[in-house]
T-cell receptor, first 114, second 112 residues
Framework: ETGVTQTPRHLVMGMTNKKSLKCEQH?????MYWYKQSAKKPLELMFV???????ENNSVPSRFSPECPNSSHLFLHLHTLQPEDSALYLC?????????????FGPGTRLTVT | RKEVEQDPGPFNVPEGATVAFNCTYS??????FFWYRQDCRKEPKLLMS???SGNEDGRFTAQLNRASQYISLLIRDSKLSDSATYLC?????????????FGAGTRLFVKA
């Protein structure tokens, strides 16, 4: 596997379910990110991790809970979501946290909350 | 005012045309600038970084005007494969890190 992978690619869940999104990067990067992309809206940065430490949480509701067990893996745990949370969730990584580095994105998980 | 603003388009151009996209950003402390490309139902990918002196990569030219807080992307001799959404991205340094802000994107359709 190369680059950034995400599983599952598609997820349908009810509002009472608990599920997790997984991201893995094979690039040896130190920083990882979760983004939300809704239709006709800009990408919204949700969380930033640097060397497994969370460095940014952009006022994301607590029903989204990130976890970074090591610098290669990032999870997004979901519980009691709302229909407006339906979106494409993208994971990205970069060499380091400095803003000048390119971010490499995974293919995304398309989430539908029913 | 939005932090990063782009004309959403869509821009519909014939093959071979030259097309220009503009982007404005609101925070003068912004430090790094990029253009990303996102194909339909795919993830964004870096197209090019934007440097103060302007830079060119084949048919693509990026310009930065710090005084006007404005970034541009020029595509010459458009190909069908250039059809995509082009995202303007700005990085803003913050205490302890930085903030990456994506524009909503400009859609381009290149027609045969």
């Amino acid at each position: 596997e190369t680059g950034v992978t995400q599983t599952p690619r598609h997820l349908v869940m009810g509002m009472t379910n608990k599920k997790s999104l997984k991201c893995e990067q094979h690039l040896g990067h130190n920083a990882m990110y979760w983004y939300k992309q809704s239709a006709k809206k800009p990408l919204e940065l949700m969380f930033v991790y640097s060397l497994e430490e969370r460095v940014e949480n952009n006022s994301v509701p607590s029903r989204f809970s990130p976890e970074c067990p090591n610098s290669s893996h990032l999870f997004l745990h979901l519980h009691t979501l709302q229909p407006e949370d339906s979106a494409l969730y993208l994971c990205a990584s970069s060499q380091d946290l400095a803003g000048a580095y390119e971010q490499y994105f995974g293919p995304g998980t398309r989430l539908t909350v029913t | 005012r939005k932090e990063v603003e782009q004309d959403p388009g869509p821009f519909n151009v014939p093959e071979g045309a030259t097309v220009a996209f503009n982007c404005t950003y609101s925070n003068s402390a912004s430090q790094s600038f990029f253009w990303y490309r996102q194909d339909c139902r795919k993830e964004p990918k870096l197209l090019m970084s934007v440097y103060s002196s302007g830079n060119e990569d084949g048919r693509f030219t990026a310009q930065l005007n710090r005084a006007s807080q404005y970034i541009s992307l020029l595509i010459r001799d458009s190909k069908l494969s250039d059809s995509a959404t082009y995202l303007c991205v700005v990085s803003l340094p913050l205490t302890g890190g930085f903030k990456t802000i994506f524009g909503a994107g400009t859609r381009l359709f290149v027609k045969a």
